[in-house]
């Protein structure tokens, strides 16, 4: 089963980066078109993506303050933060990505929508851009 990780690091104490994440106002911000409730333990949000027209119900797992971010919609979602010199290493996992040319899709897919998050955050984060949706005509395929 393959396992997607995508890390960055971006130059907002991890604190900032956790709130940005967890609040509905702020992930409406640069990644969801619309987020139902915080993210808090043992719930189940409501996140809709405009560009795609799609909404998922994403149940949320462990949460850690600055550190731990974890959900599951379909797949399982883990972030890390870790503070660096002033800034925040963010770890983002995806597990079952499955197996064979369908899981390597999926996976070719999930690190294009997870590099936009970690771009858009970055860009909300440190310079207040509000994302726009991302582009219906944004393509990546393995082939």
Do not use: N
């Not at 809709?48 to 909404?55: K, L, M, N, Q, S």
């Not at 979602?77 to 499955?98: F, K, P």
């Not at 064979?100 to 955050?121: N, P």
């Amino acid at each position: 089963m393959t396992k997607l990780i995508v890390e960055d690091r971006i130059d907002r104490p991890a604190k900032d980066v956790f709130e940005a994440i967890v609040s509905p106002e702020s992930l409406s911000s640069f990644f969801t078109a619309e987020a139902s409730a915080a993210m808090v333990p043992g719930t189940t949000v409501t996140w809709r993506f405009g560009h795609v027209d799609a909404t998922f119900d994403v149940e949320i797992g462990e949460i850690e303050a600055d550190r731990l971010i974890t959900w599951r919609w379909p797949a399982e979602v883990t972030i890390r933060l870790a503070q660096e010199d002033g800034a925040t290493r963010i770890t983002i996992t995806e597990d079952q990505m499955g197996d064979g040319s369908e899981g390597a899709a999926r996976a070719v897919g999930q690190t294009q929508g997870w590099t936009y998050f970690v771009c858009a955050l970055r860009a909300w984060l440190v310079h207040g851009i509000r994302h726009f949706g991302l582009s219906d005509a944004i393509r990546a395929a393995l082939v």
